[in-house]
């Protein structure tokens, strides 16, 4: 059964960086389609950036286009969110998402698409 694992969250002031790891053990990563979501607090859990399986496709929700990057070493088993300018409503709890099956081109934004998820790791980005 695959797992995944968060981390690198923390606290930053606006305008700062942080990077998110999703650690990916008990299945080839290869094999899988990733994504990280989010959930401020009180609201719905929302798509944030997908990757394909080879890395080669990615997207990334408008809010944090330019801002954030997503990327992935299969050989390390792990899928990085960079984020950079930092502002408030980036506050969240930040979830690693992964699913096996579908084709290598897919880049899924729903969070209905995803079978396997981490537990989360806190982003909190003050003013």
């Known amino acids: 059964q695959v797992q995944l694992v968060e981390s690198g969250g923390g606290s930053v002031q606006a305008g700062g960086s942080l990077r998110l790891s999703c650690t990916v053990s008990?299945?080839?990563?290869?094999?899988?389609?990733m994504a990280w979501f989010r959930q401020p607090p009180g609201k719905e859990r929302e798509f944030v950036a997908a990757?394909?399986?080879?890395?080669?496709?990615?997207k990334y929700a408008d809010s944090v286009q330019g801002r954030f990057t997503i990327s992935r070493d299969n050989g390390k088993s792990t899928v990085t969110l960079q984020m950079i300018s930092l502002e408030p409503g980036d506050t969240a709890v930040y979830y690693c998402?992964?699913?096996?099956?579908?084709?290598?081109?897919?880049?899924?934004?729903?969070?209905?698409?995803?079978?396997?998820w981490g537990r989360g790791t806190q982003v909190t980005v003050s003013s």
């Open positions: 008990g299945r080839a990563i290869s094999l899988y389609a």
């Open positions: 998402a992964g699913d096996h099956r579908y084709e290598e081109a897919t880049v899924a934004t729903v969070k209905g698409s995803y079978d396997s």
């Open positions: 990757i394909s399986r080879s890395g080669t496709f990615m």
